[in-house]
């Protein structure tokens, strides 16, 4: 790849075999985000566009930490995904299961978690955001420690919930992550790594970073609301709820790097050899299961990405709290990843999808 300086603290590496449109329309998206990071929002972030070969742009910008040292941006940067863990690690994992014939979609969550002791709920009505259960609650708040998120997560499922219309639940991916857990009788970070991320090559993507590795992670919001005493959060997840379960959950906890998804993008845009799933459960993540426009839901991920640009009907993507976002277009042959430091050192949310929009409606015109 030939890499060009745009700006100060910006670079665009761009493919040999890049097309002429995309480079251009790559270039654009590098100069809205130089500009944003110019602006003091975010701090910097790195967006791949790939197609099923590998690499065709990178655009690197900004800082990885800005708050007393400044760490560049790098390739070897490693970013908190936050909800970008349901459709990579989740669904996948869901999926993953349901081929080796270990359960169904269609099971009642309480054949896996008995404690649940509620039949409506099951694992479609998790993957699809359908179950009933609550978008969110601050469990981490909460006196007694994990034990007590769990009693909490649990008389959560054991309402009387009703199913049926989308709503976003941090709450399902949760218990769908302890599913996971039960039925594959392995930790999920290890379930993780040895049935998605090492089939995958996924090197540098998976749960609770080493100590060690704290330069190389990009750090996310600085005295939020995530952390029960204000500081700095860097290095451990930003989630309130997964960060109280111990950094692993079934809604959020990877930590990863802009290549290694581009990697896991790429490897959906080849569905006939894909080292870990068939084409048929590939094409369930871009077929409507559930909502209505503007939000539909497949398998875990978002259909309807009209509000980015021109994406063909088969789109599917998914954003994280964090500032990140994976788009994967099999009709273009081409994904997009997006890794911004959305709430670094303070967050912004309609600056974050004011950016988000802009980067990918600029990439739509150079690929559709």
């Excluded at 100069?31 to 099923?52: E, H, I, K, N, Y």
């Excluded at 399902?172 to 040895?194: T, V, Y």
């Excluded at 398998?299 to 954003?319: E, I, K, M, N, V």
């Amino acid at each position: 790849m030939s890499q060009a300086e745009l700006a100060d603290g910006v670079s665009i590496d761009l493919a040999g075999r890049t097309p002429t449109a995309l480079a251009a329309a790559a270039r654009r998206a590098a100069r809205a985000l130089a500009a944003a990071v110019a602006a003091g929002f975010p701090a910097g972030g790195t967006v791949v566009v790939t197609d099923s070969q590998g690499e065709l742009v990178k655009i690197m910008a900004g800082w990885a930490c800005v708050v007393g040292e400044r760490v560049p941006t790098a390739t070897r940067t490693l970013y908190d995904l936050a909800s970008l863990t349901k459709v990579v690690a989740a669904v996948t994992l869901t999926q993953v299961l349901a081929e080796d014939g270990l359960w169904k979609l269609d099971d009642p969550l309480a054949s896996w978690l008995p404690g649940v002791g509620n039949h409506t709920i099951t694992l479609r009505g998790l993957l699809t955001h359908t179950s009933g259960l609550p978008a969110h609650r601050s469990f981490y708040r909460l006196v007694g420690g994990r034990e007590a998120v769990e009693r909490a997560i649990y008389a959560e499922a054991a309402r009387d919930l009703k199913a049926g219309a989308v709503c976003y639940s941090d709450i399902g991916f949760i218990l769908l992550g302890w599913a996971l857990e039960s039925c594959a009788q392995m930790p999920l970070d290890e379930l993780f790594r040895e049935r998605v991320a090492e089939p995958l090559g996924l090197s540098r993507t998976g749960f609770r970073p080493s100590a060690e590795n704290q330069h190389l992670t990009a750090a996310t919001e600085l005295d939020g609301d995530q952390r029960l005493e204000p500081g700095l959060v860097w290095g451990t997840v930003h989630d309130g709820n997964a960060w109280a379960l111990g950094g692993v959950a079934g809604h959020a906890g990877l930590f990863g790097s802009a290549d290694d998804l581009a990697r896991f993008a790429a490897a959906l845009l080849r569905p006939t050899s894909h080292p870990v799933l068939p084409a048929a459960s590939i094409e369930e993540l871009h077929r409507p299961h559930a909502g209505t426009p503007p939000d539909i839901r497949s398998l875990g991920w978002r259909l309807d990405a009209s509000d980015w640009g021109p994406w063909p009907s088969q789109t599917f993507w998914h954003t994280g709290f964090t500032g990140g976002s994976l788009l994967v277009a099999p009709q273009l042959g081409l994904a997009v990843v997006s890794l911004l430091g959305g709430v670094h050192p303070k967050r912004n949310p309609g600056r974050l999808q004011a950016l988000r929009r802009e980067i990918h409606r600029e990439l739509a015109d150079g690929l559709v």
